[in-house]
């Protein structure tokens, strides 16, 4: 028997966004993350979910970054539950014991792994692209921009749980 010990839903976004989240626990005390579509204008979002758990996870092989597991059910997708101190709390915790110098040297680093993955191919403005961010309105060639063939664009220092050296991307639905 499973208990859901966490709901979020997320209804605040247009019906092809629209999510719940639950974490549940069975009585051993293992949990694990389910989303479902709120709406059936949603479903394709959510099993995109693991679409991009494929693409970046083949992104990120052999490196100290992983992505949860992910996989699809019936209703939707299922996500392996892990626990741990975020980056960015990390970062904190850092600057307050350390100071702002020993946690910019992580930071700067993370954002140098994370510039390594997305280093890959010359940037493309797809309609993707415009439709979360709008026109780009800038020559991206003379800029020398470069982007991976796929991006978690919400990969913050919340959405990273650390793991010794490396870290687990728990949120990559966008």
């Known amino acids: 028997m499973e208990t859901v010990i966490y709901a979020k839903f997320s209804n605040e976004r247009s019906r092809r966004f629209a999510i719940r989240t639950d974490i549940l626990e069975d009585e051993k005390g293992r949990r694990r993350v ?8 949603g479903r ?3 099993e995109n ?7 970046f996870s083949e992104q990120c ?16 997708i299922e ?10 709390d990390h970062l904190a915790n850092l600057e307050k014991e350390q100071g ?6 992580i930071f700067l680093d993370y954002l140098k792994r994370l ?7 010359d940037f493309q403005e797809t309609e993707a692209f415009r439709e979360v961010f709008g026109e780009f309105g800038a020559d991206a060639a003379a800029l020398g921009l470069r982007c991976a063939p796929a991006t978690n ?5 919340g959405n990273i749980l650390m793991e010794g050296e490396g870290g687990t991307a728990i949120d990559y639905e966008w």
Not at 153 to 157: A, R, S
Request: net charge negative; glycine share 4%; aromatic share 8%.
């Open 49 to 55: 979910i693991c679409r991009w758990y494929a693409l």
């Open 100 to 105: 702002t110098e020993a946690m910019i040297s």
């Open 34 to 41: 389910r989303k479902e579509a709120l709406y059936p204008e």
């Open 153 to 157: 664009i919400d990969l913050i220092c």
């Open 61 to 76: 092989r052999g490196t100290n970054l992983r992505y949860n597991h992910c996989e699809k059910t019936p209703e939707g």
């Open 115 to 121: 510039r390594s993955l997305h280093d890959v191919q």
């Open 44 to 46: 394709e979002h959510v």
């Open 79 to 88: 996500l392996e539950y892990v626990e741990g101190i975020t980056l960015e």
